[in-house]
């Protein structure tokens, strides 16, 4: 039915095959079959089409996690258009430049942000769609046609623009294309084992790509069932554990889930697979995962640009502390400019392959930057690879600290330090200095109350070189953090960075 376009057809097997196996278990709410959910996309299709979206056209989506949203992100791509969604905190003047740049055809909103939306969406038409899935985007649907064809679209056609955070100044719509995301899915489907016996608990966003493309096409693809859950509870991630198989988190998904007494081996037994991704997870975190679960979790790397690019396998050793290897299919290397390092030493990952977007929407200069013409990307993270093939991210480039023409990796710092008693993170950043031209910060929250400054200093000066030892300490509360649990060091260095010059 849905042969015509390249990614629908792959993620809606399933709603063909058996088109009553359920897609979505709701707390509190019916469940919704595979054929459900799909019939929802194609009615959404058919309105998107009705109001002029025509193949190629943006749809800007900024709403609140529902299946009425995850149909429209469907229904997009079975219209032809390029699903552009928007992270639910952005606000009116952040959005003004996603639409001024995206130009989308359409904008779909909450309906409390309609009236601040509406007068910077010039030339787009705005639909609302609250929490509850309401709004003027589903209301009065038209019928299912039977003899409705998605719009044609290949494999190197647009799917979706995703714009990058910006910590490094405006932010960047990474084009993707229906290649980029269905061989990405495919991928991970077999390296996770997953089928349509699978259940696999969703509380992540759906604005991103690690919720959108990772959880929800992972899902599609195999078959399996979600327990579609609109954000982060402990609670109700413990209560569908029993009945789970598997849940996609961000580390503070497990540092939070570990604060729960019910968590416990017979709680998880029926679980197979936890995996982490979107920032590191800590040494601490994986053992202590270990010990109240008896599970490994499975920790992979992706940014926007690439979506996944490695994986700790699923079977053989999950090693605490990397990444794992490159995918299948993806092409990994660590280079200092146009040389590739020695086995162990850092460098630049780049990567190539399927899972490698098209570019820069409207920054041809920026994707010729960091898009080689023969394909490969420069990822901006610095990493080594060990003799066995792990790789270990070490931090952004833009993090490296140049201190008296040292390199100091502030990952190296971060580990040190969070292995000592009595602290629970910490985040090293280079804020300006008269005579080093940057002075090495470490910003640590403690978890004891009697973590001092002098213990952490001492701890650095016996295990480090004194080139790398922070010249100051600060204990913090805690770090500031994006919506995906990455620490924010932009903000960080803003905040201390006149530390030294003032």
């Known amino acids: 039915m849905y042969d015509s376009n390249h990614l629908i057809h792959r993620l809606s097997h399933m709603a063909a095959r058996a088109p009553e196996k359920c897609f979505a278990q709701r707390p509190g709410q019916a469940d919704v079959s595979y054929s459900a959910l799909f019939e929802g996309a194609q009615r959404l299709a058919q309105r998107l089409i009705a109001l002029g979206l025509e193949p190629g056209d943006r749809v800007a989506v900024q709403v609140e996690k529902t299946l009425e949203a995850v149909q429209l992100y469907l229904g997009t791509v079975m219209a032809g258009g390029i699903f552009l969604p928007l992270n639910t905190a952005y606000t009116g003047s952040e959005i003004a430049y996603f639409v001024s740049d995206a130009t989308p055809r359409i904008l779909v909103c909450d309906p409390t942000r309609a009236p601040e939306l509406t007068p910077l969406a010039e030339g787009a038409t705005v639909l609302t769609l609250d929490a509850d899935g309401q709004g003027g985007l589903t209301a009065d649907l038209p019928e299912t046609e039977s003899d409705f064809t998605p719009v044609t679209r290949g494999a190197d056609d647009l799917a979706a623009i995703l714009y990058t955070s910006g910590t490094t100044g405006r932010s960047k719509g990474a084009m993707l294309s229906h290649k980029n995301l269905a061989s990405n899915s495919e991928a991970l489907v077999d390296l996770w084992r997953f089928t349509s016996d699978d259940v696999l608990i969703h509380a992540l966003p759906i604005f991103h790509t690690h919720g959108l493309f990772v959880a929800t096409n992972v899902a599609l693809l195999s078959g399996a069932s979600t327990v579609f859950l609109p954000k982060f509870d402990a609670e109700a991630i413990l209560d569908a554990m029993p009945g789970a198989t598997a849940l996609m988190g961000v580390p503070t998904f497990y540092t939070r889930l570990l604060q729960q007494d019910r968590l416990t081996p017979e709680h998880a037994a029926n679980m197979r697979l936890f995996i982490s991704g979107s920032a590191p997870l800590l040494v601490d975190t994986h053992e202590q995962w270990q010990a109240r679960t008896g599970h490994r979790i499975l920790e992979r790397y992706g940014m926007t640009e690439t979506n996944m690019s490695t994986s700790n396998p699923y079977d053989g050793e999950r090693r605490a502390g990397t990444v794992g290897f490159p995918l299948p299919g993806v092409e990994l290397r660590i280079m ?47 990493a080594q690879q060990d003799g066995d093939g792990y790789v270990t991210i070490v931090g952004r480039a833009k993090d490296l600290i140049i201190t008296g023409g040292f390199n100091v990796y502030p990952k190296e710092l971060e580990s040190l330090i969070d292995d000592l008693p009595g602290v629970l993170e910490s985040a090293v950043i280079g804020v300006p200095h008269p005579d080093f031209g940057e002075a090495v910060v470490a910003i640590v929250v403690p978890s004891a109350a009697d973590l001092s400054s002098e213990t952490i200093a001492a701890a650095c000066a016996r295990d480090l070189a004194k080139f790398k030892q922070p010249k100051q300490i600060l204990l913090a509360s805690e770090l500031p953090r994006n919506t995906m649990g990455k620490v924010q060091k932009k903000a960080l260095r803003e905040t201390h960075g006149d530390l030294f010059t003032a």
């Open 336 to 382: 200092e400019g146009e040389t590739e390092v020695p086995q162990g030493e850092i460098g630049v990952i780049e990567v190539r392959g399927d899972n490698v977007f098209q570019g820069y929407w409207q920054m041809p200069e920026k994707t010729a930057e960091e898009l080689r013409p023969d394909g490969w990307f420069i990822t901006g993270d610095l």
